[in-house]
């Protein structure tokens, strides 16, 4: 099974558009979209409604839950409040619906961040300004909440990948 993933689309519809065409013409069978989704300054209303007609598994990432946490008291981050103001009940609706994390199948574990926080990095540690990798025994306890063959997360400026053993040993 070839499995695509997505993530931090942040309502860019031409962009995701071009991804979703060159993955149609590779022959993946399942796309997964990992979070991110509307935040943005472009075209968030837009974006929710391509990604609501589509049939892929969907988490909510921490632009989400900020999203859907603004009130007049706490209006967010610019790019949260003017996603939030394009869009209608049905896609919020559609957005408080997402799960934080999900099982894909039994082997494969999503989410945004890592299974117990959607804003902290699984493959790397903040140390004061810097992102430096992450230690084995900090990716280790970051992913005691999934068991399965494979973890996979979003939040993360590059990419990587990393082995654990079962029972999440190294």
């Not at 999503?110 to 790397?124: A, V």
């Not at 140390?127 to 997360?153: C, H, T, Y």
């Given at each position: ?117 959607d804003i902290e990095y ?49």
């Amino acid at each position: 099974m070839r499995i695509a993933l997505l993530s931090d689309i942040h309502g860019n519809l031409p962009a995701l558009e071009a991804v979703v065409a060159d993955l149609r013409a590779r022959g993946v069978d399942t796309i997964v979209n990992l979070g991110d989704i509307l935040s943005g300054p472009l075209l968030p209303l837009e974006t929710a409604r391509y990604l609501m007609s589509q049939d892929w598994p969907t988490i909510a990432g921490n632009h989400e839950r900020q999203l859907l946490a603004i009130t007049a008291a706490k209006p967010g981050g610019a790019s949260d409040r003017f996603a939030r103001e394009c869009l209608g009940e049905a896609e919020l609706d559609w957005l408080r619906a997402l799960p934080a994390t999900l099982r894909l199948n039994d082997e494969v574990f999503l989410c945004h961040g890592t299974p117990r926080r959607d804003i902290e990095y699984f493959l790397d540690s903040q140390v004061g300004e810097r992102l430096v990798l992450a230690s084995a025994k900090d990716v280790a306890e970051r992913s005691a909440r999934s068991d399965p063959s494979w973890s996979v997360a979003a939040t993360r400026t590059f990419p990587g990948c990393c082995a654990v053993r079962a029972g999440n040993g190294w």
